[in-house]
């Protein structure tokens, strides 16, 4: 299972869903959707500009699971 640990990341930088909106370019309503691990696929280009906004690896973004 393909977790996304965006909520983790958020609190250890201490940034809200507003801001990383404003600075990633992505809707609230999609951010939210990734927050809560709904998202059936996510594009390269927003991962590259979550990892840029919140300063960390794609590693820390994304984790793998065994079911």
Same mark, same amino acid.
């Given at each position: 299972?393909? /977790? ?6 958020? =609190?250890? %930088?201490?940034?809200? &869903?507003?801001? *990383?909106?404003? +600075? ?8 939210? /959707? ?6 059936? =696929?996510? %594009?390269?280009?927003? &991962?590259?500009? *979550?990892?840029? +906004? ?14």
């Amino acid at each position: 299972m393909i /977790i996304i640990n965006l909520d983790v990341m958020m =609190a250890k %930088r201490k940034i809200s &869903l507003n801001e *990383l909106s404003d +600075a990633v370019g992505i809707t609230l309503a999609n951010l939210s /959707i990734l927050k809560n691990n709904k998202a059936k =696929a996510i %594009r390269f280009s927003t &991962l590259e500009a *979550l990892c840029r +906004a919140l300063d960390c690896k794609v590693e820390d973004i994304i984790e793998f699971r065994e079911d």
